[in-house]
């Protein structure tokens, strides 16, 4: 038994080492290749995401991008951007026609761009043109072009047209530049006509080419990651909050809420916007919630459950100003859609406690007033000067009586002549 326990151990020791050497030694000399062509959305996010970090697990040479797109969106872009200038991998941006918009942006976070003749870049001015989105993205531009050493005016003169850039965009102009004119103010190194002068300019004929291409898994992750396909799928995860709250274990919209979130999440996940972070945040606030159906806690372990679920969308969707507004939108249809189906779903005993359901009926005992109808006839004593209203002394009983108008002295014999409600009227007697 001990030696068949030392062989296992040793098994895994080796298993454990190979692990470590071998991308080392084995994928030093490769090149990761990436093809963005077309609009930058979360699927083009997914594919640079598994790109970038098979290329750290394997230790790659560099890392080339191969770019021909008009733009996209932009927070897809921000993310690439991210991916791109956080990794240690060298990093080479091949415009073989265009990188425009979003595509510019992450362009100059490569450490290295090469552009093809008859290429371009520029041309990012955001769409609403508006004076916040045009500084937030001047801000992005700028700070990235910063990082990788590039001439920062250049940058904002892409997104600015009131800034322009001497010599080649007169102020009111949006600068995009040419092939040449790219390599003129540093924004290419070279000008390539193909794959191969890139990798032979760079050094990296001889290395083995790892190609990345869009995969069906990227798509439906661009497919969820659409700003409309997010919010319908977080209203869905409200709505099933909300139902289960007040069904308590129906089971059909636990099952809607956990399919929903999985896409949700899922899609995210490929694009590396969600994180071990927000899906425990997310699981922790289900796990809430359940605790509240049975355990007794006065809402609390509820409402903790249902702020735990809100942060982490607001987390995965962002955690920025677009990210509370999708919120919001889907939180309001949620509670739309659940307003309209609540009175064909029976109570929880977790509704019951958010929930007054107990009303004062006149059935049950209840009225809305004092009935002072037996006083009508009786005769008492002013306490205090009644102008027009004051209290009466009744065989001991005080009551807040009102006069017929007229002002009556305390120590006054006075008669109740009708009584509605809490309202007494009394005359002098």
Known sequence: MKIILRIVVACIFISMLACVYEPIVANAQQVVLINIKGEIDGGQAALVNRAVLEAEKNNAAAIIIEMDTFGGLVDSAVKIRDMISQTPITTICYIKNRAWSAGALIAIAHKHIAIAPGGSIGAAEPIPTTEKTIAALKAEFAATANKSGRNVKVAEAMVDKTVGFPGYAEPGQILALTDYQAKEVG???????????????????????????????????????????????????????????????????????????????????????????????????????????????????????????????????????????????????????????????????????????????????????????????????????????????????????????????????????????????????
């Open 187 to 429: 924004y290419a190194d070279v000008l390539a006509a193909d794959r191969k002068d890139v990798l032979v300019h760079y050094g990296l004929m001889d290395h083995e080419i790892v190609e990345y291409h869009l995969g069906w898994t990227e798509k439906i992750a661009g497919w969820l990651s659409d700003p409309a396909v997010k919010s319908f799928l977080v209203s869905i995860i409200f709505l099933a909050v909300f139902t289960e709250i007040k069904t308590a274990g129906m089971g059909v919209a636990a099952f809607i809420g956990l399919l929903a979130a999985m896409l949700f999440f899922g899609s995210q996940w490929l694009t590396g916007l969600a994180g071990w972070f927000e899906l425990i945040l997310f699981a922790s606030g289900v796990l809430l919630i359940l605790i509240e159906l049975f355990v007794p806690g006065f809402g609390f372990w509820g409402i903790s459950g249902v702020s735990c679920i809100l942060v982490s969308m607001f987390l995965t969707l962002g955690g920025n100003a677009t990210a509370l507004s999708l919120l919001s939108i889907s939180l309001l249809m949620a509670i739309a859609a659940f307003l309209f189906i609540l009175k064909y779903l029976p109570s929880s005993r977790l509704w019951a406690k958010l929930i007054l359901k107990d009303s004062e009926t006149t059935e049950a005992g209840f009225s809305s007033s004092h009935d002072y109808s037996a006083y009508v006839g009786r005769e008492g004593v002013v306490v205090t000067l009644l102008r027009p209203s004051g209290l009466v002394d009744f065989d001991g009983v005080q009551l807040d009586v009102i006069s017929e108008g007229q002002y009556i002295e305390p120590g006054i014999r006075v008669k109740v002549v009708s009584s509605n409600g809490s309202r007494i009227v009394v005359k002098r007697v």
